[in-house]
């Protein structure tokens, strides 16, 4: 176990005003657990991260509450808080939600989307074109938010949070994503079919080739043999397609 110790304060701090502060904590540490930063296991030392983002105590232990009701962080009286171990089971219910979710809710964009926002999601997909060709940025970054403004489109705000909500989940698995050339060559060849769908008002298309894309091969882990198990908390299940 990565040692970046934890100690939650229940000192008697005077409170700040919510928001920003703590917002910007929030942001951070997701981020942190996002990339590797902190992995499985690993103590969140609420001291440090004061130090660290210059900010009390106060808006430290709000953000990690937040985190810990999104079951991202566990939290504890004795142990303090811990990055939560990721699950292949959590993987599955992953996708299974993005399936009920993103298909329908593109497909009823099909025929509205301006020709504004059409661009924009071509300008998304020539990015992962170039990574493809020079490795420049972050895919994952980019593949997600293809995905939210896709979902955006539909003009649903509770839709696109939730969908928000279960990409921040997929976040914490990005350590163990293997992406190559290849795989997000493929990514961007089908995310351009979904466009051309889109822009052609076709509304069946635009979701069968979504679900299609959502199971698509490249876009499983790396072998689940391949991957450190002290991070899960369970066995996987090779019958299963698992997204990341």
């Not at 005003?17 to 942001?27: C, D, I, R, T």
């Not at 996708?95 to 504004?116: D, F, I």
Request: proline residues 5%; negative net charge; glycine residues 6%.
């Amino acid at each position: 176990m990565c040692e970046v110790n934890v100690a939650v304060d229940a000192s008697g701090d005077e409170p700040e005003p919510a928001g920003s502060k703590s917002e910007l904590v929030y942001q951070w540490l997701r981020s942190e657990v996002g990339n590797g930063n902190l992995r499985p296991a690993d103590r969140v030392n609420a001291d440090r991260v004061s130090r660290e983002l210059e900010v009390s105590k106060v808006p430290v232990r709000e953000a990690i509450a937040r985190l810990a009701a999104e079951r991202v962080l566990l939290v504890s009286p004795n142990a303090g808080a811990v990055v939560a171990p990721l699950s292949w089971r959590e993987l599955a219910d992953i996708q299974q939600a993005r399936l009920v979710l993103e298909p329908p809710t593109a497909a009823s964009a099909a025929g509205n989307a301006t020709k504004a926002r059409i661009g924009e999601l071509r300008v998304m997909i020539t990015g992962l074109r170039r990574w493809a060709r020079t490795h420049d940025g972050d895919p994952f970054a980019m593949n997600r938010s293809f995905h939210l403004a896709l979902v955006a489109l539909a003009g649903n705000e509770l839709l696109t949070e939730m969908l928000d909500l279960v990409l921040q989940r997929v976040s914490r698995y990005r350590m163990i994503a293997q992406h190559t050339s290849a795989s997000v060559g493929s990514t961007a060849r089908e995310h351009a079919a979904i466009v051309d769908a889109l822009a052609d008002g076709d509304g069946p298309s635009v979701q069968r080739l979504l679900s299609a894309h959502l199971q698509s091969t490249h876009s499983v882990t790396g072998s689940a043999h391949e991957v450190d198990p002290r991070y899960f908390v369970d066995e996987p299940d090779e019958q299963r397609p698992m997204i990341c």
